[in-house]
């Protein structure tokens, strides 16, 4: 009987419910919002775009930025508006200056200098080892050994 009312009582949401609408009015903010979301950082997340996340921070952010596109605000202010805010971090892509010098070539300079290492690391890996040449009391003892005559078998 309880679970008839508790039916009975949600019959008034699923007829009041409807079907899910953008966030903004108008399309053209929202294609805006998006396109600009996707060149944007979430700034908690940090490998995820505006775009992508779901922390409240990039809820947050996405409310600005839509109130800034209504502003009548262009992508490049917005965009400066948020590096001025947050430094070059919020950008997904930052651009190549000297400030971000480390972060572009970082990886290489890390890969070449792996290779430099590893390189001279098996170099001199080669320089300790000799050519495993034996010296001729080792090759007799060998050949005694194989041919039976030098004493105990193991």
Known sequence: MRLFLLLLCLIPAIALAQEA?????????????????????????????????????????????????????????????LVTRYGDFVRYRPPFKVTTFLLWVGPFLLLVVGATVLTMSLRRRAQKTDD???????????????????????
Do not use: W, Y
């Open 21 to 81: 609408r953008p966030l903004a009015e108008d399309p053209a903010v929202e294609t805006r919002l998006k396109t600009l979301a996707v060149e944007l950082r979430c700034l908690v997340c940090q490998n995820q775009t505006l775009a992508d996340s779901n922390a409240p921070l990039a809820e947050d952010l996405r409310r600005e930025v839509r109130e800034m596109i209504a502003k009548n605000m262009t992508d490049d202010q917005i965009v400066d508006f």
């Open 132 to 154: 495993g040449a034996l010296s001729h009391e080792e090759q007799a003892r060998v050949t005694q050994l194989l041919e039976g005559k030098g004493g105990s078998s193991r």
